[in-house]
């Protein structure tokens, strides 16, 4: 066996491993709302949780801080007194334990090629024109598993005065993430994209991939 053979044979897998685990994925979030808010005017705000388990916490003072802008930036003003705001605004976020699923990558000669390569599940075969039946084998499958979590956002808007609901929103995504610290913000992005949006819409909104150090 040549030494370029031997490198081509240990060059495939080693780049497919690269490929993959180099694919950065969009934080992709579904987003319901209905609502009959009145053209911010000023209106205050107090946010709350709406969620008793969140009360209190700094980790939902963290995200509340980030509504808080948002709702600002929108034209509404966060109350000095809370007892004395326009708009109660009660939040609950969270994620669940997530769920695995399993993948697998067919490696082996290409029929249509000729050649040796690897087969994931999606998409057309391809290779790289190097293979050795006497050290692979007519082909093997690796199976890997990876876990699946899904994250949610709500958020309602109440009017102080009667308790009438002016706001009803839900950001749901699935990730491979269940860091909250990480999901929340990106739920909280998710929300505001248009925000207020139509009553009864129900949209699909694209973020950035997260960032790894």
Known sequence: MSRFKKIGLIAAPALALVTLSGCATSFKADVARFQQLPAPAGQSFTIVADDPSLAGGLEFSQYAGLISQRLSQTGYVAANDPARADLIVRV????????????????????????????????????????????????????????????????????????????????TAQSLSNRLTYLVPNLIDAMFTGFPGQNGEQVKITLPPEKRG
């Open 92 to 171: 609950a976020y969270g994620v669940d334990n997530g769920r695995e699923r399993v993948r697998s990558t067919n490696w082996g000669p290409d029929p249509f090629y000729g050649s040796w390569g690897w087969r994931g599940r999606w998409g057309r075969p391809w290779g790289y024109g190097f293979y050795d039946p006497w050290l692979f084998g007519p082909g093997y499958t690796d199976v890997s598993s990876y876990t699946v979590y899904t994250s949610d956002l709500s958020m309602k808007i109440d009017r102080a005065a009667d308790n009438r609901r002016l706001f009803e929103g839900r950001a």
